[in-house]
C-alpha cells in the first residue's frame, strides 16, 4: 500500500489540493494541547492548508522513502485506511465517501 499512498500524496501535491491527511491534524491537536481533531486550525493540519505541514509529525520509515522514491502508477486521490485492516482507494470524492462509510466505522470516528 505504501506506493499507492504515496502516488495519491505526491498527485495531490502536483494538483495543490490538501493532503488531507488525518494524522497530521492528530499531531496538531497533540501539539495544542487539544482533543484530537481534524477540524483544528494549524499549519500541520494537512485537511485545512495545502502543501507539507512545516516539520515531521514522526519517524519516515526506510520502506516509506523507497515507496515515494518508486510510488506506484495509478490516478488514486484518496484513501481510506478501513476498520478491516486494508487500504481503500478512490479516484473521485463520491467514491472515496462511499469507501469511508463502508469500510470505516471504527477507525473514522
Not at 499531531?27 to 492548508?49: K, Q
Request: aromatic share 8%.
Amino acid at each position: 500500500d505504501k506506493a499507492t499512498v504515496a502516488q495519491v500524496f505526491l498527485k495531490r501535491l502536483r494538483e495543490g489540493i490538501p493532503l488531507g491527511a488525518d494524522p497530521t491534524a492528530v499531531y496538531a491537536s497533540v501539539l495544542a494541547g487539544a482533543e484530537p481533531s481534524v477540524a483544528i486550525d494549524s499549519p500541520y493540519n494537512t485537511r485545512i492548508y495545502k502543501g507539507l505541514p512545516p516539520g515531521p509529525i514522526g519517524n519516515v520509515s526506510v520502506l516509506a522513502l523507497q515507496a515515494l522514491v518508486n510510488p506506484a502508477k495509478t490516478d488514486y486521490l484518496f484513501f481510506v485506511a478501513g476498520d478491516d485492516g486494508k487500504t481503500h482507494f478512490s479516484r473521485t470524492q463520491a467514491e472515496h465517501e462511499a469507501l469511508t462509510e463502508q469500510y470505516c466505522k471504527k477507525l473514522c470516528q
